[in-house]
Nanobody, 115 residues
Framework: QVQLVESGGGLVQAGGSLRLSCAAS????????MGWYRRAPGKQRELVAR???????NYADSVKGRFTISRDNAKNMVYLQMNSLKAEDTAVYYC?????????WGQGTQVTVSS
């Protein structure tokens, strides 16, 4: 199994920045790739950014140019740098790990952007 713990959420004004962190533990060697998703109030969970199995990255169109996903393999960490935040970025952000045994999720961290 894989355990994921997110941190770094909070309240920020529109135009501000936040960096989310995700710490992975457990069966890390089973992880194919990791990413970030979010669920806004009244909406379904959606992809924000993720690494691909080939080492590339995918971003939702709504965050391209503003958000950057990165990782530190030595520390088993994945990050999401969020700049130029907008009110519509308000959501619970979840770290995701795709593994040979299925998908794992963190507990989520709340990001609230005030306009």
């Amino acid at each position: 199994q894989v355990q994921l713990v997110e941190s770094g959420g909070g309240l920020v004004q529109a135009g501000g920045s936040l960096r989310l962190s995700c710490a992975a533990s457990g069966s890390r060697f089973s992880i194919n790739y990791m990413g970030w998703y979010r669920r806004a109030p009244g909406k379904q969970r959606e992809l924000v950014a993720r690494f691909t199995s080939g080492g590339g990255t995918n971003y939702a169109d709504s965050v391209k140019g503003r958000f950057t996903i990165s990782r530190d393999n030595a520390k088993n960490m994945v990050y999401l740098q969020m700049n130029s935040l907008k009110a519509e970025d308000t959501a619970v952000y979840y770290c995701n790990a795709n593994t040979f045994n299925g998908a794992y999720w963190g507990q989520g961290t709340q990001v609230t952007v005030s306009s």
